[in-house]
């Protein structure tokens, strides 16, 4: 949790260390959690993770302004690029960045694939070539996105009309998005689960509901914001 402070707050399993907050975690910006590690951006352009993560690959110098916490690896956007680095040196390998990647605002992270935003409304999304993951039947031509979110093996980009498209694996209906969802402000992405935020404050779900996790409570109004 981010404070208005630019202080953070973790909680929950802690077998790796992840929610043991460094001391000069403060003026941040922004925040991610990936599976074993934390990661935050501070106003300055660093950041810092702690957890379970190693660096098999180098993290970036640079000042950062985006930045996303994956299964065993970190995004971030520096000067427009994308940089990774990486706990798991083969998935290092494999997801290697495009190099021609540029002109990014923001970056999300699946299981084994990453996702990039470009200033000009198009999505990116690259993967590890040995594993299924959240690239396939992309739509061709995607533009006007202004928001997105990935998880596991699938993808969700929110488009400046209001309306939502998804890819990737669909094994658990993920990406059978309502065909009446518009006004959509906010997406998010779990497991094999999608939601979705209307400009209404409700929230409306889709995909595998395991744990109960895609059941909205009855009576929920004035939602601005949602995460998974």
């Known amino acids: 949790m981010l404070l208005e402070d630019g202080r953070v707050i973790a909680w929950g399993s802690n077998s790796y260390g992840q929610t043991n907050v460094p001391a000069n975690a403060t003026n941040v910006t922004a925040i991610s959690a990936g599976a074993q590690h934390s990661l935050v951006l501070r106003g300055d352009g660093t950041f810092l993770q702690w957890g379970g993560i190693r660096s098999f690959t180098q993290p970036p110098s640079g000042p950062a302004t985006a930045i996303a916490a994956g299964t065993e690896y970190s995004l971030a956007v520096v000067g427009g690029t994308v940089q990774y680095w990486s706990d798991t040196i083969f998935l290092g390998f494999y997801l290697r960045t495009p190099s021609d990647l540029s002109g990014v605002k923001a970056v999300a992270t699946g299981e084994n694939h990453g996702v990039a935003l470009k200033n000009d409304g198009t999505v990116v999304v690259w993967r590890d070539a040995f594993r299924d993951c959240g690239d396939d039947n992309m739509p061709s031509g995607l533009s006007n996105v202004v928001g997105f979110a990935a998880c596991y093996a699938h993808t969700l980009g929110l488009k400046n009309d209001g309306t939502v498209v998804a890819w990737g694996w669909n094994g658990e209906g993920q990406n059978h998005v309502p065909l009446d969802l518009t006004n959509v402000v906010g997406v998010a992405a779990h497991g094999n689960g999608s939601i979705s935020l209307r400009s209404d404050g409700k929230v409306i ?20 914001q949602i995460s998974a």
């Open 205 to 224: 779900t889709w995909g595998q509901n395991l744990s109960g996790e895609l059941v909205v409570p009855s009576g929920l109004t004035n939602v601005v």
